[in-house]
């Protein structure tokens, strides 16, 4: 059973920082390119960021030198690191593992909600 678990949400004050982590679990994680998307309400879901098991990255422009994305190979792990958040950065955010080996398959966790306050 595949379970994407992430955590770190909340709500914090425009120009403060949070960091989120998705534990996964029930996948070969090195065959997955990870990534989060967001939604905000009447929006559609849209893409942060992403990072192949090879450490490349690839963001959205919006936010584009304030989040760093990572993994942790070793712990199954996905960060968003969000720094400089502003209002605008108030979304549900979902983690995202897309396989490139065998099944192809894609995944999501629950989400984890971020607000961000002027």
């Known amino acids: 059973q595949v379970q994407l678990v992430e955590s770190g949400g909340g709500l914090v004050q425009a120009g403060g920082t949070l960091r989120l982590s998705c534990a996964a679990s029930?996948?070969?994680?090195?065959?997955?390119?990870m990534g989060w998307y967001r939604q905000a309400p009447g929006k559609q879901r849209e893409l942060v960021a992403t990072?192949?098991?090879?450490?490349?990255?690839n963001y959205a422009d919006s936010v584009k030198g304030r989040f760093t994305i990572s993994r942790d190979n070793a712990k199954n792990t996905v960060y968003l690191q969000m720094n400089s958040l502003k209002p605008e950065d108030t979304a549900v955010y979902y983690c995202?593992?897309?396989?490139?080996?065998?099944?192809?398959?894609?995944?999501w966790g629950q989400g984890t909600q971020v607000t961000v306050s002027s």
């Open positions: 995202n593992a897309k396989a490139v080996v065998g099944s192809l398959a894609i995944n």
């Open positions: 029930g996948i070969i994680f090195r065959f997955n390119v």
């Open positions: 990072i192949t098991n090879g450490g490349s990255t």
